[in-house]
């Protein structure tokens, strides 16, 4: 069954603290991965799309990463600007998208 | 560029009536607009797809009846929630996607109250 699964649920740092967001998925065939980023009451924006593994993409303090298994969204030296819920979501062969359910990312000043 | 837009942001409606909700792209002409559903503190559920010319194609589970899709044009898609009820109440957002284009763009969401 294609399935999308993101970690950690929510991440709390500091601002100026550098991690990770993973992205986990199974799908047959990956046509694209796709990272958004949401506010509350907003809907999704567009952040990168990686097609296959070993592709990376850069945007201000984010950098997006894939491999045959998994994508990753590191933050550099996050601001609290950043703070957001990041969706994951993977497009198969068959076209359909399936999505995460996201990161909930909170930057402390 | 890749810029959506949807109408109204907020709405609040008595049980029974209907409403409207249009989702415009901006800049550029969407071949497939989609619908999505989402609940506090939960991940997007695709509702429908349409193409531009063509009835849309709703997930399972969801009322055709109830949730009417129009994709009249390249720019502009339309979701009437018909004879609403409270637990229709929800955040709709739009989004679009290009010729030849895997992403899609999202509209800001509208949230709909109905009382």
């Known amino acids: 069954e294609d399935q999308v699964t993101q970690s950690p649920e929510a991440l709390r740092l500091q601002e100026g603290e550098s991690s990770s967001l993973n992205c986990s998925y199974t799908?047959?065939?990956?046509?694209?991965l796709f990272w958004y980023r949401q506010d509350p009451g907003k809907g999704p924006e567009f952040l990168f799309t990686l097609y296959s593994a070993g592709e990376e993409k850069e945007k201000e303090r984010l950098k997006a990463t894939l491999t045959k298994k998994e994508s990753f969204l590191h933050i550099t030296a996050p601001k609290p600007e950043d703070s957001a819920t990041y969706l994951c979501?993977?497009?198969?062969?068959?076209?359909?998208?399936?999505w995460g359910a996201g990161t909930k990312l909170i930057i402390k000043p | 560029g890749a810029v959506v837009s949807q109408h109204p942001s907020r709405v609040i409606c008595k049980s029974g009536t209907s409403v409207k909700i249009e989702c415009r792209s901006l800049?550029?002409?969407?071949?497939?607009m989609f619908w999505y559903r989402q609940f506090p503190k939960q991940s997007l559920m695709l509702m429908a797809t349409s193409n531009e010319g063509s009835k849309a194609t709703y997930e399972q589970g969801v009322e055709k009846d109830k949730f009417l899709i129009n994709h009249a044009s390249l720019t502009l898609s339309t979701l009437t929630v018909t004879s609403a009820h409270p637990e229709d109440s929800s955040f709709y957002i739009c989004s679009a996607r290009g010729p030849g284009s895997y992403e899609q763009y999202f509209g800001p969401g509208t949230r709909l109250t109905v009382t």
């Open positions: 799908v047959s065939g990956l046509r694209g």
């Open positions: 800049d550029f002409q969407a071949t497939t």
């Open positions: 979501a993977v497009q198969a062969f068959n076209y359909q998208l399936i």
